[in-house]
């Protein structure tokens, strides 16, 4: 009996390292800023930091995903890009909006954030919905030239969905006048 107990303690104490720190794993992905929106505030901070962190997974995660909510995702442009890129909104979905922020997202240098701005922002709450609107101003950083500048109203409407995470699920953008809109950019780099 004396010689079962004294084999596995010779094992232990003679063992195999497994008491000695190693070296740490470099990670597979960077960082991110994202938190589950249990709040409407957090859904917009989400949003801005997608954009900072160019991440079109967080991006994502802003809209309604029909797995968890009836709701479906409805894009409305403004007026001035409506009619500059009439063949692409019919048919605007999440899809849509994965391929324009994956090629915006490209085009910009790794090392420059893109910079979402939100400025006279309103929370109107509508039965189980919630409107936000607020003005926007969106610079798209370039390689070799000026940075593109996006300037405009917006309204979303957001729900809580089954997992009690706020998301949005309409979309109104409105442009102002003689300036590029964020349909624009949408417009030109889906």
Known sequence: MKT???IP????????DIF??????????SRTNYITASEPEILIQNLI??????DVNNYLNTFVDQSFTEKIFRFVPSSTAL???QNIWQGW?????????????????DEMPITLSL???SFTFLGDSLRY????FLNVPQLNSDPQIYEGSLEFSMVRDSRSVWVIYFWKDNAIEDKPSWSDLKGSAY
């Open 119 to 121: 400025s006279n922002q």
């Open 20 to 29: 000695e720190t190693r070296e740490p794993e470099t990670p597979d992905q």
């Open 93 to 109: 979905n999440k899809d849509a909006e994965f391929q324009y922020f994956n090629n915006v997202k490209s085009t910009v240098p």
């Open 83 to 85: 009619s500059r890129f």
């Open 133 to 136: 609107t607020a003005q926007y």
């Open 4 to 6: 079962l107990f004294i």
């Open 9 to 16: 303690l010779l094992f232990l104490v003679t063992g195999c």
């Open 49 to 54: 930091n997608s954009f900072a962190d160019k």
